[in-house]
């Protein structure tokens, strides 16, 4: 089993929908992320923890929210999602030298 | 804040080296790093050079650091088709404890 596990792997939703996309760690790390990638702008910061009561905005913050329910869970969700959040989104977790990131699968949102 | 930037395109042959090249910004930048993207699944570490260090050697992977330019390179020995991937150089950001991706380099390798 994939110590990063991302769910849904694909969706298609529509504007003006509300998408939550869920990360669960199996690695036991206290710092975790929310990163998306678009074809040659790479890989971009959302949201990061680094603690469960932590949440801190990264460089494209606006438009997404996230909640750490738990130290092994870090959802991320799009309240009214756009056709320009169509993209790739990441799940990684790192421990506290947070060089080192774990990444999930990845999870392909298309919004029409 | 940090940038990082990298060309974003590299074709070689199976056999010869490739060497995909990486330039950052912010000079306190600590760790330097280089991330494999294998086609549909998230990144992987390849290796790290600390800032103090010029040069790190691990099997196929030469990393090399000019801090005085910021820049950095990674060289891979004897590239196989299997090298086929997206390249990411990435600097930790000290001020913030994060990482800054560059926009990844695709390797495409032709036998």
């Known amino acids: 089993d994939a110590d990063v596990t991302q769910t849904p792997r694909n969706r298609i939703t529509k504007t003006g929908k509300r998408i939550m996309l869920e990360c669960s760690q199996t690695?036991?790390?206290?710092?975790m992320y929310w990163y998306r990638q678009d074809p040659g702008l790479g890989l971009r910061l959302i949201y990061y923890?680094?603690?469960?009561?932590?949440?801190n905005k990264g460089e494209i913050s606006d438009g997404y929210s996230v909640s750490r329910q738990a130290q092994a869970k870090f959802s991320l969700s799009l309240e009214s999602a756009i056709p320009n959040q169509t993209a790739l989104y990441f799940c990684?977790?790192?421990?506290?030298?947070?060089?080192?990131?774990?990444f999930g699968e990845g999870s392909r949102l298309t919004v029409l | 804040g940090e940038d990082v930037e990298q060309s974003l395109f590299l074709s070689v042959r199976e056999g010869d080296s490739s060497v995909i090249n990486c330039t950052y910004t912010?000079?306190?930048?600590?760790?330097l790093y280089w991330y494999k993207q294998e086609p549909g699944a998230g990144l992987q570490l390849l290796t790290y050079?600390?800032?103090?260090?010029d040069m790190k050697q691990d099997q196929r992977l030469t990393v090399l650091l000019n801090k005085r330019d910021k820049h950095l390179s990674l060289r891979i020995a004897d590239t196989q088709t299997g090298d086929s991937a997206i390249y990411f150089c990435?600097?930790?950001?000290?001020?913030?404890?994060?990482?800054?991706f560059g926009k990844g380099t695709m390797l495409l390798v032709s036998p």
């Open positions: 990684a977790t790192s421990d506290h030298s947070g060089g080192e990131l774990f």
């Open positions: 690695k036991g790390h206290d710092r």
């Open positions: 923890s680094f603690d469960v009561k932590d949440i």
């Open positions: 912010d000079s306190s930048s600590t760790y």
């Open positions: 050079i600390f800032s103090n260090m």
């Open positions: 990435a600097a930790m950001n000290s001020g913030y404890s994060t990482l800054t």
